[in-house]
Structures are given as structure tokens and as C-alpha cells.
């Protein structure tokens, strides 16, 4: 089974058409999320319908459960408030109570599971900061990969004599014992790279690779601005900060 897993999207059509072009050409058997579909974004509600129209496994992100008040967003900066605020006025009633309805964690099997943050305490959407919050996660895993994003930067972290910390693009997972993944974001890359970030994962061979695919950021930029987001959230998108 070869796994496409879908960092971050945040609303980012121009992004996520140009993704799942490159993982359709990569011929994927199965869509993986890791959350966060809208928030940020100028089409919130065309990126959901078209997670939907793939058959995706998703998990919930903090956006997404903002968007539709079960997270308190009175922490989230004044930008993502202002996101948030103007999703929850995009969406339909249908789109939201699917939002809503999102799982905090997926498996897949005996290959992956899949969670927003962390894997130990999905619900809190915690940051994984030091290799202390990664041992917590890896403990909790009860498949050899976990999938996260939430931080919008790739890197992983692999289980092997002791942890490691890796931001190669290409994994060899054989002989690894467990490995905590983050993918990054499709919609909002933090990585100072502004190309979207998504990955294949071979289930048989365990090989894990990191693709970074260029799209249309000005068309993106243009539409979050044409529809009153705040400026800042257009700006960074060409410097993937």
C-alpha cells in the first residue's frame, strides 16, 4: 500500500490542486490528512469537499475544530482569530457538522496512524518541542509510524538503539522501531521553503519520501486578499514563514 499523507492544507486550493496532481502521478492507493483543512485560507470550503471527494482518512486539527467552537481560539494570534472567524462564516452547515465530527486519531491497519499534534494527548494540540514530548508520542503509537503536523515544519523523529532527529527527505524505515513523522504543511509551509510539503509512504518497502511541490502562491495571495483576510497571512506564503 502506498500512502499519500497530506500536510496542513489551510484552505489552499491552488496548493492542494497542485499535490494531489503530483501524488495521482505517483499513483498513491490511499489519501492520508493530518488536519487542518481550513483556517488561514481563502477556499476553506472547496479544500474540504475536495478532502472529502478523495476518500481521505483525516483527523481533526485545532482549525478545524476552532472553526466550529469545540476549541476555545481566545490564544490563537489575532491573525488566525480573524481566519478562523471568516471560515466559520464560509462554510455550509453541512460542511461544519463534518468538520465537527472529525476524529482526534486514525489508524490505518498494521502500516500508520495518524494524529493533529501529538499522539500522547491529541486533544490538547500540544507542540512537539524537545525529544521528551517525542518519547511521550512514540510511547503512545501502536503502529511503527505516526503521522503529525501542526508545526508546519518537516522533520522526524526515529526510534532506533536511542531517538534520533531527522530532517532527511527520504527515509529508510526498515529497522527502525518506531518513527513519529511530521509531513509540514501543503497551505502554509514554515520551513523558509514555500513549496508545499506532502509525502508518499510505502507501507511494504517502509520508505518514506518528502515531496516539495511548487504552485500558483500570487493566485493564492490575490484570493486571500480579495475576500478581506489579513495581509500578513498572503505576505508569508512567499517566504514558507
Known amino acids: 500500500m502506498r500512502y499519500g499523507i497530506l500536510g496542513d492544507i489551510h484552505g489552499n486550493m ?17 489519501y492520508v490528512s493530518v488536519g487542518d483543512i481550513v483556517g488561514y485560507g481563502a477556499d476553506p470550503g472547496p479544500c474540504l469537499d475536495r478532502i472529502r ?8 486539527g485545532n482549525h478545524d475544530w476552532a472553526v466550529v467552537g469545540r476549541l476555545d481560539c481566545t490564544f490563537f494570534n489575532a491573525y488566525a482569530k480573524a481566519a ?29 496512524e495518524v494524529a493533529h499534534a501529538t499522539r500522547e494527548n491529541p486533544e490538547r494540540f500540544d507542540y512537539i518541542q524537545t525529544y521528551y ?42 529497522g527502525v522501531g518506531r518513527a513519529l513523522i511530521n509531513v509540514g504543511s ?16 510505502d507501507a511494504k518497502t517502509r520508505r518514506y519520501e518528502l515531496r516539495r511541490v511548487s504552485y500558483d502562491v500570487d493566485r493564492t495571495c490575490q484570493k486571500i486578499l480579495a475576500v478581506g483576510l489579513p495581509q500578513i497571512l498572503a505576505d508569508r506564503l512567499r517566504f514558507g514563514r
Not at 471527494?53 to 481533526?60: F, Y
Not at 462554510?91 to 489508524?107: S, V
Open 53 to 60: 471527494e478523495i476518500g481521505a482518512t483525516v483527523v481533526a
Open 84 to 112: 478562523v472567524e471568516w471560515t466559520a462564516q464560509t462554510l455550509t452547515a453541512e460542511q461544519m457538522a463534518w468538520l465537527e465530527n472529525l476524529p482526534l486519531t486514525a489508524r490505518l491497519g498494521d502500516d500508520l
Open 186 to 201: 501543503i497551505g502554509q509551509p514554515r520551513d523558509e521553503n514555500p513549496k508545499a510539503a506532502c509525502a508518499v509512504f
Open 14 to 30: 491552488e496548493a492542494l490542486d497542485a499535490v494531489l496532481q503530483h501524488l495521482e502521478a505517483e499513483k498513491v492507493d490511499h
Open 133 to 174: 514530548d517525542a518519547a511521550r508520542s512514540i510511547n503512545a503509537m501502536v503502529t511503527p509510524v505516526c503521522f503529525l503536523g501542526h508545526s508546519h515544519v518537516p522533520l522526524a523523529f526515529l526510534m532506533r538503539e536511542q531517538m534520533e532527529l531527522s530532517v532527511d527527505p527520504l527515509l529508510d524505515l526498515q
